[in-house]
């Protein structure tokens, strides 16, 4: 029978999986640990089929956990529990991480998870002491269909893609095609993952030659590197600065990416990558001409060098000398620009500038940006992307997401930086009041300090129920910059989940929603003796009168009329909870 682990220090919550997974004895036997050092003893002595962790925990939290798996568990499944959701996360925790649950735990939907994970581990294989290459000529001489994931001290180098024996794509690092797959036969202390894929499954071709004709170039290249190990190491010295100078400029960290292009740009004057990278970087025009005259001499057919030559080409016209880069797009732009005149972002952020979001704006280019963006975030956390991550999906009209990003910015900025809180808060009243939820028209954060969060010292917990996420979300970053706690629900049958498990102090209840509506949720707490003094707030963009009067007659404490304005809103949660 398969042995799940779940690492979670809440004992109450422990006791609930406990009595809840139990009817699951037939597919699986359950331990409990209450932090990572329990769990890692528990490894250690058990066989642990499944892991499910907290992040928060004392002694040795989720994070250390999931790095111990990763290196002594590579193939066990880990399911990991959140309170809070923050962009880039599952990226940064993958491949370690097989599903993500946002409490509080519905104990029914962890066990369908559980059993998924357990099977999907069954479908894998593990491999490791076994050559990469031997192992392909069985791949090949089976004719089978599958992924082959390639591990290196427990961290995931690259991965093969092979249909009915057939070596059609790799990847390895900035590395893909022939070249990833040449890179990945050649490693040495490898660990191998074999997936089965369905024979449907739509693979691309990036690979021409044949599994052996590979096999033999890179032992080819394997000989050549013991024979004349010193320009080889110079050249793979070279590869990692121009692989890490490329991260830097993507995490727009320009100085320090412009020296070590520049350094590899010099020693090896053919390097188009670096070229076009440093033309990114460098901050006068003459530089940025030079850089991308010598690219596109040496490959004319570069798309990205392209592309780069006709901005350049815009950028030109505009008579500029010292210039910055666009973080979108790396247009050269001037100094002090509100705007980027190729992809047409909107770059300094005050309430006017907001009306010019989307505009002007190439939505291609924000794409790739935040494609980019992501990548960054998946590997560190970073401010000014996280800033502008959030920017671009402000321009791509995807506002749940901005508010996902904008949510974590406010985690991480401190009280100095003030450019940014002021361009928080900015956004935020532009999003709130483009979909009509709040309406302000000052700061809320111009010196005043709050009348409420003086007075929160206990951290309350607030419940907020509506079935619009927007609203939920801005709601909530309100409540918690004002010293709050948030639990959010989507309708009235998942309010009654959720304060089940945490009891709130207040609740913020809509209205209009599906499944049970505000009036039938209200009904439903006034009966039971634990929750009926629970205060709450109604709100609702309904404001006649007999709304009004349904909302008093249903024993409501308050009823608020949408568009709701902060300052409104606050002084009414405070005098509720007295």
Known sequence: MATVLIAEDDLGLQKVLEASLVKYIRDFNTLFAENGEEAVTLLNDQNIDLLVTDIKMPLMDGLALLSHMSVNYPATPCIVLTSYTIPGLEQRLSPSVFRFINKPVDPVYLAGLIKEGLEKARSEEALSGVSIAGFMQIIEAEEKTCLLTVHEYGKQQGVMCFHKGVLHD???????GEAAALQLIGMENSQLKYQKLSPQDHIETNIQKGVQALILEAMRLKDELNETGIDTQEELQHNKQLTEGIQLCKGLHQQKAEQLLLRVASQDT????????LSRTVTNMKQVHVALSRAHELNKKDKDVNHDVTMFNAASKLGLKTIDHCPFCFAAIGVDSHDCHFCGAVLKINAESLTKIGSNTKQDELRGALDRFKEVLGRELNIPVLFHAALACLHLE???????YLEQLQQCIGPEEKSYRA??????IYIAARKAVIKTGKDLNA??????????LDKKNILVVDDCKTTRKIIKMILQKHGFDTVEAGDGIEALIKINGVRPDLILLDVMMPKLDGYGLLSALKQNSDLKNIPVIMLSSRSGLTAKLKGHLSSAQVYLTKPIQPDVLLDTINQQLG
């Open 447 to 456: 010196g005043e300090e709050s009348a409420v969060a003086p007075e929160v």
């Open 170 to 176: 790799a990847s390895c690092g900035e590395l893909i």
């Open 270 to 277: 053919e390097n188009v990558q670096a070229l076009l990278w």
């Open 423 to 428: 361009a928080v808060e900015d956004i935020l």
């Open 398 to 404: 995807e506002c749940d997401t901005t508010l996902d």
